[in-house]
């Protein structure tokens, strides 16, 4: 049934717990691919150099761990296991995942690291759900 799974983390303790669900739903149905993606906000290129260099090289280094902690949260899974970054507005970033590379499923955090806190449902959550290609699970 959910045959290419999309897992979007963003190194949260929602999202954690999502690529736990993730990959005990992977390995129930037997999945061909789990794919664990990471969307960050687009760095402005007015910065300019240098500073546009050092904070794009500290983005990447921090979206390489988010990804390391997802992948071992994930752990042993029948599904190949897959990783992609992508710059842009989250939301819209792994709408766009979904759609091109064809996911049954989005698993998700119900909650990010984003500023507002104290919602009931992110606001990536809100906008993913309202726009996926698929149905999308959200975990808490």
């Known amino acids: 049934m959910f045959n290419n799974i999309l897992l979007a983390v963003d190194g949260s303790d929602h999202a954690l717990n999502a690529a736990r669900v993730a ?8 999945s061909a691919e789990l794919r664990i993606a990471v969307a ?3 760095i402005p290129p007015l910065l300019g150099d240098p500073d546009f260099q050092v904070i794009l090289n500290a983005r990447l280094d921090e ?3 988010i990804l390391q902690s997802a992948v071992k949260t994930v ?6 296991v897959s990783t992609e970054t992508i710059a842009g ?3 819209e970033a792994i709408i766009r995942i979904a759609d091109t590379r064809k996911c049954d499923l989005i698993v998700m955090g119900s ?6 806190a104290g919602l009931v449902l992110g606001s990536v959550s809100q906008k993913v759900v309202s726009h ?9």
């Open 89 to 91: 507005d989250p939301a």
């Open 111 to 116: 909650r990010g690291l984003g500023r507002l």
């Open 63 to 65: 979206t390489e761990k």
């Open 40 to 42: 960050y906000d687009s």
């Open 75 to 80: 752990g042993e899974v029948p599904s190949t």
């Open 132 to 140: 996926a290609p698929c149905p999308v699970l959200i975990v808490r």
């Open 23 to 30: 990959a005990q739903l992977a390995r129930s149905m037997n």
